[in-house]
């Protein structure tokens, strides 16, 4: 129950191209869910996060789309350009407890 | 402020060996967490504290990892004796506490043991 899980393990998108990466949860006591932006040879960096009082989020073109009823979550990047190529991991925490479960993550390759 | 600060970067030993990673959080933050990663089982929480204080250590592997926090600006962890199958990337990070849920994760240790 604990437990996030995010598909695909990994995504090819042309220049230009929309990036979806879709995570889903169990346990309903999540209240915080962020995504992490990791390049090679760095740590992970938050990216955007959202709460579940709202369905959507945008900070410029990442726009997270979450769905209470199916427990579900999604990152989209719009006009994805090949600085955008990373891993991305979502996680979910409940506020207070500070611990952030951690989805397996998603290598993102955008072709120029 | 320099961020969370790990030493050292890259690490070699062989087995058998003790291994000692280090970690400086982030002045202020009273939180630290302590990650392994590797491609087959991902981004892994070994162990976190709250105000030096353990909290959670369900995810260490076994009695031959160890973590420290004796005081708000240093933690190490240490593996001892060390194998093969440790070899992996580990994070530390921070948390301010309160209101803020944001992790700042520092750039990791490389532990590589032949």
């Known amino acids: 129950q604990q437990q996030v899980k995010q598909s695909p393990q990994s995504l090819i998108v042309q220049k230009g191209g929309i990036s979806i990466i879709n995570c889903a949860y169990e346990?309903?006591?999540?209240?915080?869910f962020p995504w992490y932006q990791q390049f090679p040879g760095k740590g992970p960096a938050l990216l955007i996060a959202i709460r579940p009082d709202v369905s959507e989020k945008k900070e410029g073109r990442f726009t997270i789309s979450f769905n209470k009823s199916a427990k579900q979550f999604s990152l989209h990047i719009m006009d994805s350009q090949p600085g955008d190529s990373a891993t991305y991991f979502c996680?979910?925490?409940?506020?207070?407890?500070?611990?952030?479960?951690f989805g397996q993550g998603t290598r993102l390759t955008i072709n120029p | 402020d320099a961020g969370v600060i790990q030493s050292p970067r890259h690490e070699v030993t062989e087995m058998g060996q003790e291994v000692t990673l280090r970690c400086k959080p982030i002045?202020?933050?009273?939180?630290l967490f302590w990650y392994r990663q590797t491609m087959m089982r991902g981004l892994e929480l070994l162990i976190y504290?709250?105000?030096?204080?353990?909290?959670?250590d369900s995810g260490m592997p076994e009695d031959r990892f160890s973590a420290k926090m004796p005081n708000a600006s240093f933690s190490t962890l240490k593996i001892q004796p060390s194998e093969p199958r440790d070899s992996a990337v580990y994070f530390c990070?921070?948390?301010?506490?309160?209101?803020?849920?944001?992790?700042?994760f520092g750039p990791g240790t490389r532990l590589t043991v032949l």
């Open positions: 996680a979910a925490s409940i506020t207070g407890a500070q611990k952030l479960v």
């Open positions: 990070a921070s948390l301010q506490g309160g209101s803020y849920n944001e992790q700042f």
């Open positions: 002045s202020g933050h009273n939180s």
């Open positions: 504290f709250n105000n030096n204080v353990p909290i959670d």
């Open positions: 346990n309903t006591a999540f209240d915080y």
